[in-house]
């Protein structure tokens, strides 16, 4: 029988299980929760806004804020609401900008003694409130210099009024101190916010574990008699087939929700790591299912499997632990789809899990 007509076979059979089905959906559902979420308004922190003296300088500086897309959510409101969403929790740090905001910044800039333009109360210190800070920092610094330009040009050169204005927007501000690009990829991998920057590694970790589980059906199938036909010399072929035909269309599933997601790179990047992807995923779940040899011990591992891999791939933090990251093949696939000088490591992978795990498969056949 020909390999796609076995590949289309045993997909059959897979979509009859439940447990398949509801792998294939979580991975869409996750990431239209996500999705829909970033288009809400939402943050890892917020801070509520309150402008006091509603003047030019601090109308750039919130505008600047809100307008970003960031970690950080601001809500514009005045002092008594402020408060309540602070002590009620639903702010952790309000930045009030004083009445005479102005006086006291421009004052700074000509380096008279100034009282604080802006009040900063926090619930509690945390990464995220100083990430918050930086921001305050990073808005109102550009409008500082200009402030410093003005006071130094009056000063010494005599000159003001909108010539110095438009002296420092079309000749001090032009260009950018800092070029950003990405290094060997020949295209950009898509844009989309930080709830949904580590869902391609959650993904890529759910192709890994549906592989197994399509192993661990196998093995099932085995030790519930309903492989006795088939020869002992066989089975690893049709237990590498049969997973080959369950993880493709799990890393169907898992492009479609990397394109939803806004994800998607180069689309023949994507397909070419996505590919080399399923089989590195099928030759680890063939060799994981011929170590373990028993369903249930197949069964317990998997979740310590899945705990390792988000822990050690590059997910939500780039733990230096390659030693045990590279034994793994969501790490592989992580590094290749944004680095394609991995892919020959990625290929040595596949060859080298495939390898290991017929040889023990001829082991365990004696």
Not at 22 to 50: D, E, F, P, R
Not at 165 to 183: A, H, K, L, T, W
Not at 201 to 223: N, P, Q, R, W
Not at 316 to 342: E, G, H, Q, R
Request: include cysteine.
């Amino acid at each position: 029988m020909k390999i796609p007509v076995l590949l289309y076979l045993y997909s059959k059979r897979l979509y009859k299980k439940v447990s398949f089905i509801v792998i294939l959906l979580a991975m869409v559902a996750v990431t239209g929760i996500l999705s829909y979420l970033m288009s809400q308004s939402a943050g890892m922190i917020t801070v509520a806004l309150v402008d006091r003296e509603n003047s030019q300088i601090t109308n750039e500086i919130i505008r600047n804020l809100t307008e970003e897309n960031s970690v950080v959510r601001y809500v514009i409101t005045d002092s008594e609401e402020a408060e309540s969403l602070l002590s009620n929790g639903k702010c952790q740090m309000i930045w009030e900008f004083a009445e005479d905001f102005d006086r006291r910044f421009t004052a700074l800039a000509r380096g008279e003694f100034s009282e604080p333009s802006v009040s900063v109360i926090v619930r509690e210190q945390s990464v995220f409130v100083k990430l918050g800070l930086e921001k305050l920092y990073a808005y109102s610094y550009p409008i500082m210099a200009k402030e410093l330009c003005k006071y130094y040009t009056l000063k010494n050169v005599g000159t003001a009024g909108q010539d110095l204005e438009m002296f420092f927007d079309s000749f001090v501000r032009q260009g950018d101190i800092v070029q950003f690009s990405y290094y060997n990829n020949s295209g950009e991998p898509g844009q989309s916010g930080y709830l949904v920057a580590p869902l391609r590694g959650i993904i890529a970790v759910i192709v890994a574990l549906g592989s197994l589980v399509c192993v661990l059906y196998f093995m099932d199938d085995g030790e519930s008699g309903h492989l006795d036909a088939v020869a002992l010399n066989r089975r690893y072929r049709i237990n590498m087939i049969s997973d080959f035909a369950g993880t493709l269309n799990i890393a169907v599933f898992a492009s479609l929700a990397i394109w939803i997601s806004g994800l998607t790179g180069n689309l023949f990047n994507e397909i070419i790591v996505m590919l080399i992807y399923v089989a590195a995923s099928v030759g680890f779940s063939l060799l994981i299912g011929q170590l373990a040899g028993k369903t249930a011990r197949l069964a317990a591992v998997i979740p310590i499997l899945a705990m390792l891999m988000l822990a050690v791939c590059p997910i939500f933090l780039n733990i230096d632990v390659k030693y045990v990251s590279c034994l793994l093949p969501a790490y592989w696939y992580l590094m290749s789809v944004y680095n394609t000088s991995f892919l020959p490591g990625m290929l040595i992978y596949c060859a080298f899990v495939f390898i290991i795990s017929y040889l023990v498969s001829l082991k365990t056949r004696r």
